[in-house]
Nanobody, 122 residues
Framework: VQLQASGGGLVQAGGSLRLSCAAS????????MAWFRQVPGRDRDFITA???????FYLDSVKGRFTISRDKGKNMLFLQMNSLKPEDTAVYYC?????????????????WGQGTLVTVSS
């Protein structure tokens, strides 16, 4: 099982990026999936999650700016990031839980992508 995140890069404040996460090895259509981010020296923090029924959850600081979505048929997860701020700079990770698990904490996520770096310049 593999999650491959991509789409990171350097963007100016106020700009947009779209991250993608390609899953392979098994279907995650019945699993919660999520995006986390990590700044060096700090914990990996939850940003947003999407349940198997496509219910979405967001960290307050990204509500209205970030949108999580998925394509179950293609086994893909996406994160559209708009109005980016320098404090959004981090390595972004996609993650997936086992099917049927209400993955409301980081510990519920068993599968992780390798991370993609997002740098927002001021």
């Amino acid at each position: 099982v593999q999650l491959q995140a991509s789409g990171g890069g350097l963007v100016q404040a106020g700009g947009s990026l779209r991250l993608s996460c390609a899953a392979s090895g098994r279907s995650f259509s019945d699993s919660w999936m999520a995006w986390f981010r990590q700044v060096p020296g700090r914990d990996r923090d939850f940003i947003t999650a999407i349940s198997w029924s496509n219910q979405t959850f967001y960290l307050d600081s990204v509500k209205g700016r970030f949108t999580i979505s998925r394509d179950k048929g293609k086994n893909m997860l996406f994160l559209q990031m708009n109005s980016l701020k320098p404090e959004d700079t981090a390595v972004y990770y996609c993650a997936a839980a086992q099917p049927g698990v209400n993955a409301i904490t980081r510990g519920h996520y068993e599968y992780w992508g390798q991370g993609t770096l997002v740098t927002v310049s001021s």
